[in-house]
């Protein structure tokens, strides 16, 4: 056991340094490995060490993270402006922080702009500071070596993946938080269940790997850790963990002002010692260690807005009647138990759990409604262009309570393996949020997720999943059989006797990336236009076979020629020209490039031409295949 520390440092710091230098192209899988080994060593022990378990947390996520690279969207810039500003502050440049959002990629700011003084807290840029100035170090020591491939300037790569780095060491701390306070009152593997369902299934993971330059990951390992504080304080009320929890709230407040809600959890603590006359200096060094955390951001205020509480975005961002109460909780348009279901089963779970928990069950509730409350009320109701209910982020480890309540409760049930029915649900629920977030981070789902368009692109994703899983054990053989498997529809068998693809048809099923959606133009056919540089359709068959085949199609008149390669599965098999005019053009593809089940069969463009907003190689109409 003694080896595990060492070996989690170790997958730690490597996973660490392929992320925030991206340049080195460090392979992941010995910091991998190294997690895996020490997981073993730990999983023989009868003790749990907590600093080896926190090493191995770190390796995990820094590798997640460092595979699914930090992006500056939605308004991950505002909150991570104040670090690069403050450093060309230091040299003597950068008045307000127009100049430096635009470094970050932003379109330039009138002068009055609002947000030159800053509209988002200080709290996560704060927390973040520390592997900042370790990036600002590296990037000095690599230009002083000769290095040059990152600027010193606080935007390039290693300064945005330290923010990510600091998400990733806070989201770790409190997840193995969590873990502890609720194993407190339940069961070791209750307790981890819980966590990971909660872990997995809320909008934690979007916003730890595609946009970790959000608050809502610092959010939720604050929250977790004010949870396990608070726990403490119930257990044996010291002033010395009192000041925690009061130091964690102000924290969690300076990182994201709605999370002030989260004040209802030490105060129920607070309200049962006045209860009982037997409240000591603890919760008052609680609340003035609160307020001095939260002290840097009332100064900010000040010294940019002139008060010592306001509300940047202006008294009007927020309607205290929550008209939009409803939706935030259910609609498709990110609504907590549409986008994120696991929530219900917290919710109903906290209803239950009083007995084991009392108080701090009660105010978890308050804080969920709460944050219905405030959430529902916010102009931007949906969040904009967030993943899901990303506003709850401050209720999402309260809910863990409730899921370890109904976990419990159900394997209380079952006589045999207790755990495996609500394990079951739980990873069902989780791994449909997990999909929903792949399927938003590619661009699908924006806004509103109609539940059968939603269960229809999961269901794509588990077979593709299936079909990498089987080909990469079985090759062709193996993607065919898990083609059999989730579709089983082949071209002159039991689909598409005739072989044509309508690509202007309505019908999109056989066509694959690169098209738009139909047009017709007066005197001609229906079409969609090719995408440049590449649009495909999806051929399958029961078994390969030469096939002679035509495109109907023609180019841009502006183009006025154009050249077309086909491929098959990767492999070019033809070339064509075409020309202004609806043409019929011939090719062949040969049974070689062919294999049993799915083929892509795609159309590269040899130049592009702007319409409707897009670049575009032709125009097609129909694919005829024997």
């Known amino acids: 056991m003694r080896a595990a520390r060492p070996i989690a440092a170790v997958a730690a710091l490597w996973s660490g340094l392929a992320l925030i230098d991206p340049a080195l192209g460090l392979s992941l899988w010995p910091a991998v490995a190294a997690a895996l080994v020490c997981g073993i060593l730990m999983g023989r022990s009868r003790r749990f060490d907590g600093a080896a378990a926190f090493l191995v947390l770190l390796g ?51 002068p009055d702009a609002p947000l030159r003084r800053g509209l988002h807290p200080i709290g996560p840029a704060l927390l973040w500071s520390p592997l900042f100035v370790l990036a600002h170090l590296y990037v000095l020591a690599l230009r002083g070596l ?53 872990v997995l299934g809320s909008t934690l993971p979007y916003y730890l790997a595609v946009q970790p330059l959000m608050a809502h990951g610092i959010v939720f390992g604050l929250a977790a850790l004010l949870l396990w504080a608070c726990v403490e304080v119930e257990r044996d009320p010291t002033p ?12 969690l407040v300076l990182s994201r002002w709605q999370a002030v809600v989260a004040a209802v959890l030490p105060g129920a603590l607070a309200a049962r010692e006045i209860r009982h006359r037997r409240a000591g200096r603890g919760p008052l060094v609680a609340a003035a260690l609160a307020l001095t955390v939260f002290a840097p951001q009332m100064l900010v205020w000040h010294a940019w807005h002139g008060r010592w509480i306001t509300m940047p975005q202006g008294a009007g961002y927020v309607d205290w009647s929550s008209p939009h109460l409803t939706d935030v909780l259910l609609s498709a348009d990110r609504g907590l138990l549409s986008w994120t279901p696991i929530a219900l089963i917290g919710v109903l779970g906290l209803f239950g759990a009083w007995p084991r928990w009392g108080r701090l069950a009660g105010a978890s509730l308050a ?13 931007d109701w ?31 049930q079952a006589a045999r393996h207790p755990l495996a029915a609500p394990a079951a649900l739980l990873g069902l629920l989780a791994a449909w949020s997990l999909g929903l977030a792949r399927l938003h981070a590619r661009g699908g789902f924006p806004e509103a997720a109609p539940f059968e368009d939603v269960a229809a692109q999961e269901a794509r994703l588990v077979r593709h999943g299936a079909e990498r899983g089987l080909g990469a054990l079985l090759g062709a053989r193996g993607r065919d059989l898990a083609y059999r498997f989730f579709v089983g529809e082949y071209f ?67 183009l006025e020629t154009q050249t077309f390669t086909v491929t098959v599965n990767g492999t070019e098999v033809a070339k064509g020209p075409l020309g202004p005019e609806w043409q019929d053009v011939p090719f ?39």
């Open 146 to 198: 000769g290095r040059t491939v990152y600027a010193a300037d606080g935007v390039s790569v290693p300064y945005v993946r330290a923010a990510a780095l600091g998400t990733g060491i806070v989201v770790s701390a409190g997840v193995l938080a969590l873990v502890s306070a609720l194993r407190r009152r339940h069961a070791p593997a209750v307790a981890v269940l819980a966590v990971s369902a909660i």
């Open 588 to 626: 062949t593809i040969p049974a070689a490039a062919l294999s049993r089940g799915e083929n892509s069969v795609c159309f590269q463009f040899e130049r592009g031409w702007g319409e409707d907003g897009q670049q575009v190689g032709a125009q097609v109409a129909r694919i005829q295949l024997p």
């Open 382 to 412: 949906a969040g904009s262009d967030a993943f899901g209910a990303r506003r709850f982020d401050v209720a999402f480890p309260l809910l863990a309570i409730g899921v370890a309540v109904a976990a419990e409760w159900t394997a209380g």
């Open 367 to 379: 804080i969920v409604a709460l944050t219905a409350w405030v959430n529902g009320g916010v102009s």
């Open 492 to 558: 002159y068998e039991n689909a598409n006797p005739g072989g044509s693809i309508a690509v202007g048809g309505d019908d999109p099923r056989w066509l694959g990336e690169g098209w738009s959606s139909p047009r017709w133009h007066e005197g001609g056919p229906r079409f969609r236009w090719a995408l440049y540089p590449r649009a495909c359709v999806r051929v399958p068959l029961a078994g390969p076979a030469t096939l002679p085949a035509t495109l109907q199609a023609r180019v841009p008149r502006r």
């Open 240 to 251: 010395r963990r009192w000041a925690v929890a009061g130091a964690v709230l102000g924290l």
């Open 60 to 110: 995990v996520v820094f590798a997640v993270q460092a595979v699914t690279p930090s992006n500056l969207g939605a308004d991950s810039r505002h909150y991570f402006v104040w670090l690069p500003w403050l450093l060309r502050r230091a040299h003597g440049a950068a008045a307000d922080l127009g100049d430096t959002l635009q470094a970050l990629g932003m379109a330039e700011l009138p």
